[in-house]
């Protein structure tokens, strides 16, 4: 049977056994009742922050405030009650049509059921505020959470088959695979056909203007960050990186196409230049045992840390201060300027791009994760790089610069260090490198402990980014208020605590896990490389929860950036006449089905991978299962836990 059908009749079942427990839990909706709940609204939080009803209850919601004024937004059910500290009664506005004449109220009453089809695949809706109120005024949210949950039912059933399948597959009878990042099977090269990719790709110029494009854009950012509105929810620059660039580096460009973001990315342009002195081809001449003139002291950087840990610093760094970011819109608009400088002012002192390589924060996103993708820079005959002794990938030749990440493409087996410069292709001088597209998710397993280390801590980042910005804890906005309320002690503890967990829980997690499957199943394996494999198999997972946590980045924010695009410094202009637009969500009801389906797949992946990795050592069937079993326990009951997150 083809592969492509095998899947197709997988994946039906895989539906099948999330759509009869969902079909079935209808059959057990409660009688509907009157519920009243009193919503006391504060900076930044609303209590409750979680209604739990059943289908058809009729809700009176009564409201007050400690502080300011709030509202209570939420859009599936066309309301925006705004609770202000001077009057007891809610003035109830339309959210489909904001300038209807508000009705005035001292008890908003609805019905718990949405229209059509909705009723019954919506059960999670989030309410959010929609008056200014302070800088984390964004993270002000709670959830109503309408029973029976017929997503959480059907994803927990999908959780079963893929399971199901999962275990199938084992006692299968199937030839053992070659690791997949050591073959190129699958692997189709792009630039075989018209040709035309390659001469695109071999001309500098696209890459060029399309560089100065994200410089410029950068400069917005920059500017409007720093000059416009505090407010960063209507901030331009905020919003353009925070709620474009993210979505589209993580959930669109990475997954698709690796790094290409490092392809046109404007932060080491300026310092590309200052040691080439050129955009375009390479000026003649040698550098140390380079065949390119470069300009700069051109040093080594110090062997001690050439490996992941600066980066996953600097990134863990950055990570633990991006509420203090996103809030702030000055804060995140220097940061971002501090990216500019930085790799200009290290590109004077040492050689290539040494900032990409070693201290950008941005590159422990799409580096592990561009092992994933589907595009990569490999070779077309390894035979011919074998035998290739000028190396003029490494070292550049009269065509092109040598490669700026320090790679041989003789030895490129996997994506996660190349940035995809395209250098190699025009400096080949035997026509040797090609870019390839490759089924998704292909790369297994880790290279080393520090690659190992930084896959896991950008995985437990995911969960964190999770919880602090889509949870309903107010607690948690607490710990990193460290701008109004200047809760620097609590800030402490959180930092700690997410650097403990994503240094030294989650990785020990891991091991711990590895090591029990050795253990079970009396593996001759070391743990270690046990512990490659598996931080590898969480790759695809990881990934996933990324995507589910930016999707809400995005689709919530989407009026903002109509409105602040037309208003850039929120300065009251109106260049496109959307300044104005009122606020309304892309598909707030869908977005959790969006977010389940995504973790859904990462989990499959996630599983499937681990499995190709085992396949390599050849063992029993038995032994495979039995030194398995801990990660797999471990990746599912991460995906149930988010599954509930997201969905409930
Ligand atoms: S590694 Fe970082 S700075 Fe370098 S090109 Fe990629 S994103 Fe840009
Ligand atoms: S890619 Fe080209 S330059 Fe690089 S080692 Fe292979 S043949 Fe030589
Ligand atoms: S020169 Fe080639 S191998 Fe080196 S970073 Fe650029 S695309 Fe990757």
Not at 180 to 196: A, H, P, V
Request: hydrophobic share 45%; proline share 5%; charged share 15%.
């Amino acid at each position: 049977m083809g592969n492509f059908k095998k899947l197709s009749i997988q994946f039906f079942i895989i539906v099948g056994f999330g759509l009869i427990p969902s079909l079935i839990c209808q059959f057990f909706t409660k009688t509907p009742t009157n519920r009243y709940i009193h919503i006391r609204s504060f900076r930044y939080g609303k209590d409750p922050s979680v209604i739990i009803c059943n289908r058809g209850d009729t809700l009176h919601l009564t409201f007050s405030t400690d502080d300011t004024g709030h509202s209570f937004f939420l859009e599936e059910f066309d309301i925006d009650a705004k609770v202000s500290p001077s009057r007891e009664d809610v003035m109830v506005f339309k959210t489909s049509d904001p300038t209807a004449k508000p009705v005035h109220t001292s008890e908003l009453v609805f019905i718990a059921r949405h229209q059509g089809i909705q009723n019954f695949i919506v059960a999670r809706s989030n309410y959010r505020c929609h008056i200014w109120c302070g800088p984390m005024h964004a993270f002000e949210q709670g959830k109503l959470v309408i029973l029976p949950n017929s997503l959480l039912i059907f994803s927990l059933g999908c959780v079963a088959g893929i399971l199901f399948f999962w275990l199938l597959g084992m006692f299968r009878k199937t030839e053992p695979v070659q690791r997949s990042d050591e073959d190129q099977n699958g692997y189709i090269d792009l630039f075989t056909g018209s040709g035309f990719l390659k001469k695109l790709v071999v001309n500098r110029w696209p890459q060029i203007i399309l560089m100065i494009f994200a410089m410029v854009m950068i400069y917005i950012v920059i500017l409007t960050s720093v000059l416009g509105t505090k407010v960063s929810g209507r901030n331009l620059g905020v919003l353009l990186m925070w709620a474009i660039w993210l979505f589209f580096l993580v959930a669109v460009l990475t997954p698709l196409f690796g790094r290409i973001w490092c392809t046109i990315c404007p932060l080491p342009f300026i310092g590309d230049w200052i040691q080439r002195r050129s955009f375009f081809s390479p000026l003649t001449g040698k550098t140390k045992k380079y065949n390119n003139k470069f300009s700069g002291l051109f040093r080594k950087w110090p062997g001690w840390i050439s490996n992941d840990w600066p980066r996953l610093f600097v990134f863990m760094l950055l990570a633990t201060f991006s509420t203090t970011l996103v809030a702030t819109p000055a804060i995140s608009g220097i940061t971002v300027l501090m990216l500019l400088l930085v790799p200009t002012i290290m590109s004077l002192i040492w050689e290539l791009r040494t900032f990409c390589r070693y201290v950008c924060p941005v590159s422990v996103f799409v580096g592990p994760y561009s092992r994933m993708s589907m595009l990569s820079i490999r070779n077309k005959s390894q035979a011919v790089c074998d035998r290739c002794k000028p190396q003029y990938c490494l070292k550049g030749s009269s065509d092109g610069w040598a490669c700026p990440y320090g790679i041989n493409v003789g030895e490129l087996k996997e994506n996660s260090d190349c940035g995809l410069c395209l250098e190699c292709v025009r400096s080949c001088k035997y026509n040797n490198v090609s870019l390839f597209k490759r089924p998704f998710a292909t790369e297994l397993g880790t290279r080393n402990i520090s690659q190992a280390w930084l896959s896991t801590a950008i995985f437990t980042l995911a969960i964190v980014y999770c919880i602090l910005y889509e949870g309903h804890w107010p607690i948690v906005r607490d710990y990193v208020n460290i701008l109004d309320k200047g809760n620097w002690g609590l800030f402490g503890i959180y930092s700690l605590i997410v650097w403990i967990f994503a240094l030294v829980i989650m990785p020990g997690l891991i091991y711990f896990f590895s090591y029990a499957g050795i253990k079970f199943s009396n593996l001759s394996e070391s743990p270690v490389s046990i512990f490659l494999l598996s931080s590898g198999s969480m790759l695809p997972l990881g990934l996933m929860l990324w995507i589910a946590f930016v999707i809400p980045m995005l689709f919530v924010n989407v009026s903002f950036i109509l409105q602040s695009i037309s208003d850039p410094f929120g300065w009251g202009w109106d260049f496109l006449g959307t300044a104005n637009t009122p606020w309304h969500q892309l598909f707030p009801g869908y977005i959790p089905i969006f977010q389940a389906i995504i973790i859904l797949t990462g989990m499959y992946l996630s599983l499937r991978n681990l499995r190709k990795s085992w396949q390599a050592f050849r063992i029993k069937r038995k032994q495979e299962f039995l030194s398995l079993m801990p990660i797999t326990v471990f990746i599912v009951g991460i995906t149930i836990t988010m599954l509930f997150f997201f969905t409930n």
